[in-house]
């Protein structure tokens, strides 16, 4: 039996007969393959007409997700973000549900492989802890991007991302669970103010995520990586320290990144980000809510990890960098404009425009 797994997590179960009859199969396989194609495309998931007559043996091969494949995001790196976008627009819709996120991510991350020990008891203990802080704020006081909402998307990007690169034979599964563990504490009790230089909050957030995973029983080496990741995501860090980072390091920023590269989610994120910052009385030119603030951030970004690759995080950055002079071809004086010149254009405009202007040029240049 071979399992798929669609983009809304439903599973598709699908039986081949005729392992031991190569001549019976072939007879019965006309019919039986048309099901198994209607299944398919129905969950979403690859069209596998070209093996229709293919013994079998190796058809069990075939179909199943080469490890460079994102099953849970089918097709190529540009349509994966696009459902990833979708995916995090729906979790948001909703109540963030911290441990269902996390829960959620460490299936994604493990695939069939068991949870290590005290990871589950860990995962729900921070959570709970992400879940205790967010509520003490005054209503309408938490913070406007680190909010709950930031930490189940970081966490569900990461289940993403550690289970790509441990289908890739890049990440064992222990430490595939420890970097979602890491990627939902990182901002644990966080506060909404400015870290500065020194790494203060994700220092004191790997200090209680640790100790709430020791207390789970999660063990020593685990808990040293979750540390490390999340004191990897402080973006203050020398250039030097950066390039030291290790994949699960990278994967983490990734994550913590991700809901911020999309093109309309991630819009709402820079105003929210933008928000936070402005209540925690720090002032940035330009703007990260601004066009120019924006085409600079995108510039700034690593070049993506085979995993995130995979995920489609290197043609979302690029996509969103030609949008910027294709946005303001039609107005006078800027048909050939510099990305430098068509932000400053578009952040000329009224805010709705720009934005109309600048996700019409978006889909023009991925292609719909």
């Avoid at 001549?23 to 393959?33: L, M, V």
């Avoid at 995090?88 to 829960?103: N, T, Y």
């Avoid at 990182?186 to 209680?208: F, K, N, Q, T, Y």
């Avoid at 068509?342 to 600048?358: F, G, I, M, T």
């Amino acid at each position: 039996m071979i399992a798929v797994r669609s983009p809304d997590q439903r599973r598709v179960h699908i039986a081949l007969i005729g392992r031991n009859d190569q001549r019976r199969w072939e007879t019965q396989s006309h019919g039986f393959s048309a099901l198994i194609m209607r299944a398919i495309r129905a969950a979403g998931l690859v069209n596998i007409e070209t093996c229709r007559a293919t013994p079998p043996a190796l058809r069990i091969a075939e179909m199943s997700a080469s490890q460079d494949d994102v099953p849970w995001f089918p097709g190529p790196p540009r349509q994966a973000f696009r459902l990833a976008e979708q995916r995090l627009h729906e979790r948001r819709a909703q109540a963030p549900d911290l441990r269902g996120a996390i829960a959620e991510a460490l299936e994604t991350a493990l695939g069939t492989e068991p949870a290590p020990r005290g990871c589950l008891a860990a995962g729900r203990a921070i959570a709970d802890a992400i879940e205790a802080h967010g509520a003490a704020f005054r209503p309408g006081t938490e913070p406007a991007y680190h909010d709950r909402h930031h930490q189940a998307d970081v966490v569900i990007a990461m289940g993403w991302l550690a289970g790509t690169a441990r289908r890739m034979r890049s990440l064992k599964p222990q430490l595939a669970a420890a970097g979602v563990l890491a990627m939902a504490g990182h901002d644990l009790l966080h506060d909404g103010s400015a870290g500065g230089s020194s790494g203060r909050l994700e220092a004191r957030s790997a200090a209680i995520t640790a100790e709430l995973a020791r207390h789970a029983g999660l063990d020593d080496a685990s808990i040293a990586a979750m540390r490390r990741v999340i004191l990897a995501t402080d973006i203050a860090r020398p250039a030097a320290v950066k390039a030291a980072d290790d994949l699960l390091c990278r994967l983490g920023q990734e994550a913590d990144l991700f809901a911020s590269l999309t093109p309309e989610l991630g819009w709402l994120l820079s105003e929210a980000l933008a928000h936070e910052w402005r209540n925690a009385g720090v002032t940035a030119t330009p703007p990260v809510d601004s066009f120019a603030g924006r085409l600079g951030w995108l510039r700034g970004l690593r070049p993506p990890t085979r995993a995130g690759e995979a995920l489609g995080l290197a043609v979302a950055a690029a996509d969103q960098r030609a949008a910027f002079a294709w946005s303001v071809r039609e107005l006078v004086g800027l048909a050939a404009a510099t990305p430098d010149q068509a932000a400053a254009a578009l952040d000329a405009l009224p805010r709705s425009e720009a934005r109309r202007r600048y996700l019409a040029a978006l889909r023009a240049v991925a292609g719909g």
